[in-house]
């Protein structure tokens, strides 16, 4: 709640080098001062310098040495007064700590209050607010700079800059329904025309980066799919390059998915080494052919591994059919063994768009080749240009209906120009911009926001 005085741990819970209590609000100074000591007498505190004293309860008893600051409002994280305290980190030392700040009248804070209040004081837009997540969950360094740049405000400027356009726009045409007679409709469709296909081309350019955010943040779904001893385990110790799976000439030794992260590039693939997938009688098997089918599901990307120095069965034949029009790479393994001409034939007239390799998991040729065919099949950032953010699902929603709204606009205009009808549409592509950065976003989209943060962000 506004205008009381929170306080949280900053830091993860356990033993660290360090940990940090905040405090946020109108008395975090008179809170510090009730809980800190100095080291000299008559410190008063001077803005973001920080302090070396003891931290104690509010009756005076000491708890650590720690050191302080003290930061006033606007110049701060929040927006509001904060003062931080740095003590050892260790589990107990921070539990005490915050328990003298709640004695000495803060209240406890929320899941992502802090950021909340940030928001809520301008200190940044939500859409600003979700990099902080981002940043905190960042699975790779390229991620971790997409979500700094960000956090910056380049996705927000790209959203307030066509957000503000379309503003312009509908005060124009909400002029010439109040003053028809004194509206130049051909120049105003001229104008209109220009600035709803310039709002379209920047609602579509980044709606071309909300998969590649979406596979930043969460990484690329990456099924090793294929018959058993086809040498799956084998081609995921070879791109982590470390024994991960267990590597056996017995068929069927893959019980169940092993998934682990691999990046690539800066992005991270979620490979998941799959069990064979045959029609078993084996209870435990069968259960890993299950796990087996359902990562082929959802994969975001398929490798399909097939012994290259085997015939294609009518089984891999009618799986191939069924997904050849998903991501999907055709690998064939065993090249230090004669491959099947027949079935590199076949494979190519089954899936003409599927690129098809040749490598050796066991002796690692062809693997580069693997690692550039991965790469160009997800076509990540293909124009070159720098993601504005990681574009989440609540933003590509917000980009889908301003989509919608502005195709609809463009279709009212090609029929007849209508002030009218078409700031309806202006309007609503312009809400739906709106609710990303939060200028007009319901109170209940900003909650679930916040509702993703940790204590004491």
């Known amino acids: 709640m506004l205008g009381s005085t929170i306080t949280a741990i900053a830091t993860p819970p356990g033993s660290g080098g360090i940990g940090i209590i905040r405090i946020s609000g109108p008395q975090a100074l008179s809170v510090l001062q009730q809980i800190f000591r100095p080291g000299r007498p008559n410190c008063r505190f001077t803005p973001r310098h920080l302090y070396l004293g003891h931290a104690t309860t509010p009756d005076g008893e000491e708890i650590d040495q720690v050191m302080a600051v003290y930061m006033p409002a606007p110049h701060s994280y929040t927006g509001e007064d904060v003062a931080e305290i740095q ?30 209040r940030a928001f809520i004081n301008g200190k940044m837009s939500l859409d600003q607010a979700e990099a902080v997540i981002d940043i905190i969950e960042a699975k790779s360094s390229e991620a971790l700079k997409i979500s700094a740049r960000q956090l910056s405000g380049s996705l927000s400027r790209d959203i307030t800059n066509t957000a503000d356009a379309l503003l312009d726009l509908l005060a124009q045409l909400e002029v010439a329904v109040d003053y028809p007679e004194e509206t130049d409709e051909a120049a105003l469709a001229d104008s209109t025309h220009t600035a709803i296909s310039n709002a379209l081309d920047n609602v579509r350019r980044l709606l071309a980066q909300a998969r590649s955010g979406r596979y930043y943040r969460e990484g690329v779904l990456t099924a090793i799919i294929g018959p058993p001893n086809a040498g799956k385990s084998t081609l995921l ?144 950032n293909a124009s070159g240009e720098s993601l504005s953010g990681l574009i989440n699902d609540r933003q590509k929603a917000a980009l889908l ?23 309806i549409d202006v309007q609503t592509a312009w809400q739906a911009l709106a609710e990303i950065s939060g200028r007009a976003a319901a109170e209940d989209v900003i909650d679930r926001v916040f509702q993703r943060f940790c204590l004491g962000k």
């Open 87 to 116: 003590c050892h980190g260790g589990y107990v030392v921070c539990q005490e700590v915050l328990a003298a700040a709640l004695a000495a009248g803060a209240s406890p804070a929320e899941p992502g209050e802090f950021t909340s």
């Open 237 to 380: 110790n070879a791109l982590l390059e470390r024994e991960r799976s267990i590597v056996t000439p017995i068929a069927g030794t893959t019980r169940d998915t092993v998934e682990e992260y691999y990046l690539l590039n800066g992005l991270p693939l979620r490979l998941v080494d799959t069990a064979g997938i045959r029609d078993t009688d084996d209870p435990v098997e069968r259960f890993g052919v299950e796990r087996s089918r359902q990562a082929l599901a959802d994969a975001d990307l398929i490798l399909l591994l097939l012994d290259g120095s085997r015939p294609l069965d009518a089984f891999w034949r009618d799986l191939l059919l069924a997904h050849r029009h998903r991501p999907l790479l055709v690998i064939l393994n065993k090249s230090d063994l004669p491959v099947d001409a027949a079935t590199t034939a076949e494979l190519a007239a089954l899936c003409p768009d599927a690129p098809l390799l040749t490598l050796s998991a066991r002796t690692g040729g062809g693997m580069e080749e693997l690692r550039r065919a991965v790469w160009d099949k997800l076509l990540l």
């Open 401 to 423: 209906a301003a989509e919608d709204a502005l195709i609809a606009a463009d279709q009212h205009f090609e029929l007849f120009f209508d002030a009218g009808l078409l700031s």
